[in-house]
């Protein structure tokens, strides 16, 4: 079974959430990571972007595929991992730290309880499998 920190929030798209305030780190999750294989690149949003829940921002590239991010809950851009743009094995290495891909501003901190709980987010995983 793929890693499910406590901590934090998942989508049915496979990527992470973690809240601190009125702000949020987001990547994807060590399933999505390992689905994908190697990545080889990451294309990233542009600081102070403005992004609805369920928009894309972003794409990551594997040397099986290239699938696009889906931004779990509204807001604004604040940070993006610049280390994923010489780095983005980072994904691989280390999706909940390391290979963070954004922190936004939470436009509605309210967009979060329609996110998945980690014990909801392992059902979800293995409902899939089936």
């Known amino acids: 079974m793929s890693e499910i920190p406590k901590d934090n929030l998942y989508t049915r798209d ?12 987001i990547g ?9 294989g190697d990545i080889v690149f ?11 829940a369920g ?3 972003g794409s990551i590239e594997s040397v099986k595929a290239v699938s696009s ?3 779990p809950v509204g807001g604004r851009i604040v940070s993006v991992n610049t280390e994923l743009k010489d780095s983005p ?6 999706c909940y730290d390391e290979g963070w891909i954004v922190r936004i501003e939470l ?4 967009d979060a309880a329609d996110l998945l709980s980690p014990a909801e987010y392992e059902e979800f995983l293995l409902d899939e499998e089936d």
Do not use: V
């Open 42 to 52: 990451a294309e990233l949003p542009e600081i102070e972007d403005e992004i609805e």
């Open 89 to 94: 094995e980072l994904i691989n290495e280390e």
């Open 107 to 110: 436009a509605n901190p309210d």
């Open 69 to 71: 991010l889906f931004m």
């Open 14 to 25: 496979h990527e992470w959430l973690r809240i601190e305030g009125n702000k949020a780190e």
């Open 28 to 36: 994807i999750t060590d399933h999505a990571q390992q689905a994908l």
């Open 55 to 57: 928009d894309e921002f």
